[in-house]
Structure formats: C-alpha cells, structure tokens
C-alpha cells in the first residue's frame, strides 16, 4: 500500500511582543509605554534609578526588556518587567560607556555593543534570558558611538551606521549564538545618531539620524540582513532618537534633537516598513532615549 505524502508543516513565525517602553534621556528617567496599537502614554516617573541620556536598550527573555550604560560613563542596567515595570539600578557588568547600542538575538537573548568611553570601542556584552549582562567580549568591526541596532529574521541582530570622526554606514551582523560578524560594506546615507527597530517579525528599519544636519530617511532591513537603500523621508527630521516593536509587527520612532529644540513626536512604522508622518508627541520632549519592547 502507498502511504499518502504528508506535506511539511508550515514555518511558525516567531512570538514578537506586543508593547514597548522608551526610557531615559538627557537629564531624565522618565519612561513612556507604547500600547499594543501604537499609543504612547505619559510620563511615568522612575525615581530610584539613575538619570542619564545614551543608553542602550533592548528585549530579553521573550517578554522583558533592559536598559544599560549611558551618559556619565556608567555600567549601571535597569531591567523592565513584561508589565512594563523599571526596576532598580543592578551594578553594571563590563566597560563603563555611553552612545552605545542594543538588539534582540536567539529569540530570547540581548546584545549591548559599541559606544564610546571617551575613546571609541567596540566591544560586546551580551545579556541572557534571564538579563544578567555578561562581562566584555573583544570587539568585532570599526569602533565607532552613536550606532542603532535592531533584530531582523526571527533570532539575529544587526548593528549599523554611527561615527568613528567621519560618518560611517557600515553594518555587523550578529549571529543567533550573540557572535558579532565584521564590518559589511555600507548601503545609504552615513550618519550617526539614527534609531531602529525591528517590523514584520522578522525585518528591520534605520531610520533618521544626523549627516552634519538632522535627516529623515530610512533604510530597511530584509530578513537575511541585507540593508537597503535611502527611502525618502517621512516626518520630521531629527537625530539622538529612539525606536521599538510594538504590536508584534509594527515599530515606533520617537523623541529625539530638532536642531535647538527637544521634541516627544513619534512617528509610526506599519508592517511593511512604511514610516508615517508626524504624531504630536506625548511626555517630556528630551534627546538620546533608548527604547525596547517587551510582553
């Protein structure tokens, strides 16, 4: 008897959270939730922990988030609950620096990288599901500060853009074990301070930044990691922004430095990577958040 072909089982795209949080900022510990449909709330005041502008932030554990590092050269990490909750400083694990940035990797895991300690760097410190950061991994790529960083196809992570004293635009890789690839030549407009996020549950999008005077276009991310070019674009022109999922597939630009001027404005990022214009922003205007999801 011929037994039926059974066909392979459909690829189950990854969970991806539905909420996000953006925290810190220049002179502030402020965070802001983002709900599941892309509203950010106001203010809540985060009293114990220490204030400080460009840190990094990013997802761990499935659900949860942490903040790390930032101005001040410091090492301290806050960790954020799936209820979007800050926790308390935990003394900082591994060189102490700022400008730096963060993404998701394995599904479940952190990685911190970059940043400046009055010096330039490179170095990596990953952080496991259960946020504890781990001590420095020798750096990978160009050293360089003011990178973004986001997840892209389900379990890797991608570094890209910044300055070394020259903007650059190249991008690193990051594996699904946490292991930081060299330099990838880069794809669009160099410049620092840009944010990024992931969309789509499995891409991801640069966006916005700073060439010498503050732009907006943006660049995606495929789910093989490949950075395309400029996208025209869309809202105001800003740089030291932020930028996170939320709603499973969606992302969040927000906050950031219009020339002379802090700005709250958000714009949001659909599920096909399409930037839209300006929302009037919610919460105290700063520059040099970070951002993460979580839940």
Known sequence: MTLPIVPAAAAVEAAANDNGIFGFGYTVSTTNLVSNVGVVAADTANVTVTARSNPGACEYGGDKGIFGYGAGLTAVTNLVSNAGVVATDTTGVGTARERLAACEYGGDKGIFGYGTTGSYVSMSNLVSNAGVVATDVTGVGTARRDVAACEYGDDKGIFGYGTTGSNVSMTNLVTNVGVVGSDVTGVGTARWQPGACGYGYDKGIFAYGSTGSSVSMSNLVSNVGVVGTDVTGVGSARENIAACEYGGDKGIFGYGWIPSVQTSLTN?????????????????????????SFN
């Open 268 to 292: 949001l990022v659909s599920n096909v990577g399409v930037v839209a214009t300006d929302t009037t922003g919610v919460g105290t205007a700063r520059y040099s958040p970070a951002a993460c």
